[in-house]
């Protein structure tokens, strides 16, 4: 079993940066591919970002591209997510995850392919 604590969240003016963090607990994560998730108000996850379990390959959606920087810490067993110049429809709950099944090292996009979940950080961009 895995326990993820994401902290970080909070209200910030379109343009500004957050930073989240996943706290892991229970198990290494150093040998899994992590992704950051997101849920707004009335709609499905989305896949926001990933990153491989050395941290040299990562992953974006699209909208976030060159705004969002995930990292990784392995000797803390935490991953972060850098949020730059961020915009009303950033806003949403941030959930982090461990990737399952057979294919762990890399990061991929569907939530179905992904284990753990922590309680999530509300993250909300005001105009």
């Known amino acids: 079993q895995v326990q993820l604590v994401e902290s970080g969240g909070g209200l910030v003016q379109a343009g500004g940066s957050l930073r989240l963090s996943c706290a892991a607990s229970?198990?290494?994560?150093?040998?899994?591919?992590m992704g950051w998730f997101r849920r707004a108000s009335g709609k499905e996850s989305e896949f926001v970002a990933g990153?491989?379990?050395?941290?040299?390959?990562?992953d974006y959606k699209d909208s976030v591209k060159g705004r969002f920087t995930i990292s990784r810490d392995n000797a803390k067993n935490t991953v972060y997510l850098q949020m730059n110049s961020l915009k009303p429809e950033d806003t949403a709950v941030y959930y982090c995850?461990?990737?399952?099944?057979?294919?762990?090292?890399?990061?991929?996009?569907?939530?179905?392919?992904?284990?753990?979940w922590g309680q999530g950080t509300q993250v909300t961009g005001s105009s």
């Open positions: 229970g198990r290494t994560i150093s040998s899994y591919a």
């Open positions: 995850s461990v990737k399952g099944g057979s294919y762990i090292y890399t990061p991929s996009r569907p939530t179905e392919e992904y284990e753990y």
């Open positions: 990153i491989s379990w050395s941290g040299d390959n990562t």
